[in-house]
């Protein structure tokens, strides 16, 4: 099955810009929507962008144009390009995989998740 690892995150001051990576592998990379999710310390976990196989991109309306997902399929990758980062990003950020082409923003449909990669954003 589809196993996923998330890098990059780390402490970045407010209206900095930051790119996590997400390396995919043990599965049909082309066969899975993927997606971005954060989760706020005691919070609970949002949606943040998601992308089909063969590239339509899906964002959360806070974001305001503000991050950018991509992926390259050749290499299993999947990317979140964050720019002007403010304070309220700061989040445990999760690459997950859900089966399938038909994209959805609720975490219960990914079945795939890594561990996930820790941004803090500094004032």
């Known amino acids: 099955q589809l196993q996923v690892e998330e890098s990059g995150g780390g402490l970045i001051q407010a209206g900095k810009s930051l790119k996590v990576s997400c390396a995919a592998s043990?599965?049909?990379?082309?066969?899975?929507?993927m997606g971005w999710f954060r989760q706020p310390l005691g919070k609970g976990r949002e949606f943040v962008a998601g992308i089909s196989r063969s590239k339509d991109t899906f964002y959360a309306d806070f974001l305001k144009g503000r991050f950018t997902i991509s992926r390259d399929n050749a290499k299993n990758m999947v990317y979140l390009e964050m720019n002007d980062l403010k304070p309220d990003d700061t989040a445990v950020y999760y690459c997950a995989g859900k089966f399938g082409y038909i994209p959805h923003d609720a975490p219960q449909h990914y079945l795939h998740w890594g561990q996930g990669t820790q941004v803090t954003v500094s004032s």
């Open positions: 043990g599965g049909a990379f082309g066969l899975y929507f």
